[in-house]
Every structure is written in C-alpha cells, then in structure tokens.
C-alpha cells in the first residue's frame, strides 16, 4: 500500500487479556519502529528493527511485550496480560533506510487504539 | 539523557493571527529534528530540519533550527481553524539505537474562527 498500515485500529481488551497488534510498513522500507502514545502525550519509543533484526527495545515497560519482525516486513506488537495502563495509541512507523539522518522521512500509521477495560 | 522540550504545551488562537511554538532539546550525536502535525490520527510529517540557519518553507508554515543554541521554531501565519491540532517535535539521535526519534509532549494550538 501507499503507506503504513496499521490493524486493529481499535481494541478493547479485558484486563488479563493478551492482544496482538499488526504493522505493514510501506513497502521497501528498512526501518520500523513502534511508538507507544497515551492521551495527552507525545509518542514513546518501544523498539526498533533494522529488517528482521530488532536493534532496540529499550522502551518496551515490561516483559509482558514483545515485538517481532521476522521476514523483514509485517511487524507484530504483542502484549501479554494486558494491564489498564496498557491503555495507549500504539504508533507503528518505518522509513526507507537504516541511518536515520538527512532526507530520510519517518512515515506514521494511524495508530492501534488500545483500551483496556 | 536525552529530551525534547515543547513549548507552550497549549495555545489558543483566532483565524488571522501568526504563532510561533517552540522545541528545545537536548540529544546525544544529534542528526536531525523534525516537526509533525497530529489531528485525531497518526502524525502527519512537516518538516525535516538537519542545518542551522536554513528556513524550511510551505505554504503558510515555517521552520528554522538553530543547533547551536539546541532549538528549533515552528512559524503558523495567518492560521486557520484547519491549523488547529497538536504538533509535535521530535530529534533524532543514536542514544541507544540507530534510530530513535525522542518526542516532546506536544503543543495543543487550537485556531478560533
């Protein structure tokens, strides 16, 4: 597609629950990072991946999350045991190279609304 | 460690008037700055900003950095209530990745008709 798509775009988990978030980057882009935004904040790093290696994941909170990539392209954001804190704008985002620098645009999805009840 | 600061954090406007928003930062092996506009969905992108001195212009919207004084100017004339959102700025720098963008927390403009 022309760009980053992201699904769900809403989510209401019960508390306990594990969801599974899904990200497909624009197409030929190297770079794909996931944001965590809650209401009134800006976006938090969680992890990024150079292709299928995940290079970063110093912002995931917990252990409860885990992001994957592993052909390089699709990218899943799971967390497990869901807790009402978890509730946030899940922001995927990917751009065509690796070295983030001059002419090398960052390209947001819409974000998975996550709601935990 | 490494932080973006956005100021004010919320504004409100009538049609016509000129803003200016702030961002300020301090990064580790800083590359580049960029600023976004967010409406109710995902960050839409404004401008990538790399050298001290040089404006980036479109249309109504400006920006400048200035890395020697570690901060950066988002200009809105003659706003609309179309302007109105959250924009955010962000910096890139290698802290503990090739590619984490830091983002401030935003400032809320909202343009009055």
């Known amino acids: 597609g022309a760009g980053v798509s992201q699904s769900p775009r809403y989510k209401v988990a019960k508390r306990g629950q594990d969801v599974a978030l899904r990200c497909d980057p624009i197409?030929?882009?190297?770079?794909l990072f996931w944001y965590q935004q809650a209401l009134g904040q800006g976006p938090e790093f969680l992890t990024y991946?150079?292709?299928?290696?995940?290079?970063?994941k110093s912002g995931l909170p917990s252990d409860r999350f885990f992001a994957e990539r592993p052909e390089g392209s699709v990218s899943t954001l799971k967390i497990q045991r869901t807790q009402q804190e978890d509730s946030a704008v899940y922001l995927c985002?990917?751009?065509?190279?690796?070295?983030?620098?001059?002419?090398?645009?960052?390209?947001f999805g819409e974000g998975s609304w996550l709601t935990v009840v | 460690e490494d932080k973006v600061v956005q100021s004010p954090l919320s504004l409100v406007v009538h049609e016509g008037d000129t803003v200016t928003l702030n961002c300020s930062y301090e990064?580790?092996?800083?590359?580049?700055l960029l600023w976004y506009k967010q409406e109710k969905k995902a960050p839409t992108f404004l401008f990538m900003l790399?050298?001290?001195?040089i404006e980036k212009k479109s249309g109504r919207l400006s920006s400048i950095l200035d890395k020697k004084e570690l901060f950066s100017i988002l200009n809105i004339t003659a706003t609309q209530t179309g302007d109105s959102a959250v924009y955010l700025c962000?910096?890139?720098?290698?802290?503990?990745?090739?590619?984490?963008?830091?983002f401030g927390k935003g400032t809320k403009l909202s343009v009055k008709p």
């Open positions: 962000a910096v890139v720098g290698y802290g503990g990745s090739q590619g984490n963008l830091i």
């Open positions: 985002a990917s751009s065509l190279r690796a070295n983030q620098g001059s002419g090398n645009t960052i390209y």
């Open positions: 991946f150079q292709n299928e290696a995940q290079l970063d």
């Open positions: 790399t050298s001290s001195g």
């Open positions: 990064v580790t092996n800083f590359r580049s």
């Open positions: 197409s030929g882009h190297v770079s």
